[in-house]
C-alpha cells in the first residue's frame, strides 16, 4: 500500500501587505522572502510551502541610497563569455522597480522547485 505525502499546505487564503514607504530595498526583500517562506508561522517547516500572498504596496517611493543604485546585478548563460552585467539604475530605468523588487526577493529565496511558485505569490504594485 503506497502513501501519497502532500509537500505543501492547503489554500488558506492569508494575505501579508507590506509598506514600503520610506524604507530600504533590503529590509522589504527580507520581510516579502521570511513570509512566502512561511518562517514567520508558528507550524513551519522547511518541506512545507505556505500558501500567502504578499503584496508590497508604494514600491515606488522605496529608499535607496546612490551608493545602491551602483550595485551589480548579474546573469550567467552557461556558455563561454556569457556573463552579463547592469547596475541596479540600469535594471530600473529598463525593467522597472518591480523586477529589482523580484530579483532581490528571488535571491533571498531557497534554490529549488519551489522558487517560481513563491515568486508567482508576490504582487508589487507602485
Known amino acids: ?6 509537500s505543501f ?3 488558506t487564503g492569508e494575505t501579508h ?11 522589504v526583500a527580507t520581510e516579502a522572502a521570511t513570509v ?3 518562517k514567520n508561522r ?3 517547516a522547511k518541506h512545507e510551502m505556505s500558501d500567502v500572498i ?6 515606488g517611493k522605496l529608499d535607496i541610497p546612490e551608493k545602491k543604485e551602483k550595485e551589480i546585478y548579474q546573469s550567467f548563460s552557461g556558455y563561454p563569455g556569457g556573463r552579463k552585467t547592469e547596475t541596479l ?3 530600473r530605468v529598463r525593467l522597472g522597480i518591480n523586477e529589482v523588487i523580484k530579483r532581490t526577493v528571488g ?3 531557497p534554490n529549488n522547485k519551489h522558487k517560481k511558485r513563491l515568486l508567482k505569490q508576490l504582487i508589487i504594485t507602485v
Open 17 to 27: 501587505t507590506i509598506d514600503a514607504t520610506d524604507k530600504r530595498l533590503g529590509k
Open 1 to 6: 500500500m503506497t502513501k501519497k505525502i502532500e
Open 54 to 59: 504578499v503584496t508590497i504596496e508604494n514600491a
Open 89 to 91: 539604475e540600469h535594471l
Open 36 to 38: 512566502l517562506m512561511g
Open 9 to 11: 499546505k492547503k489554500a
Open 107 to 109: 535571491g533571498m529565496l
Open 42 to 44: 508558528a507550524d513551519y
